[in-house]
């Protein structure tokens, strides 16, 4: 019961995260600022998605650290053609 409650609980932080980074990313002009934000959130919710719902918290680090490095290099190369 107490896994279910924890998946659950994870479950609404990402859609809450998702839903603060939409409105935001509607409502405020572009700036690198707010790209930055949301791309930082963004990195947050696939840690949280890569060691809770895929369970790679225990994986072989190799495995763990290209999942986990994958949101960081996107956020980076966006955030480089955004300032170019």
């Known amino acids: 019961m107490a896994q279910n409650l924890s998946i659950f609980l994870l479950w609404l932080l990402l859609m809450v995260l998702t839903a603060i980074t939409a409105v935001f990313a509607e409502s405020y002009a572009a700036t690198i600022g707010l790209v930055a934000l949301v791309l930082s959130v963004t990195v947050v ?32 190369i966006v955030t480089l053609t955004y300032l170019f």
Do not use: E, T
């Open 45 to 76: 919710k696939a840690k949280v998605l890569v060691d809770s719902f895929m369970g790679l918290s225990n994986a072989p680090l190799m495995w763990r650290c290209l999942l986990l490095a994958y949101a960081p290099v996107i956020g980076i």
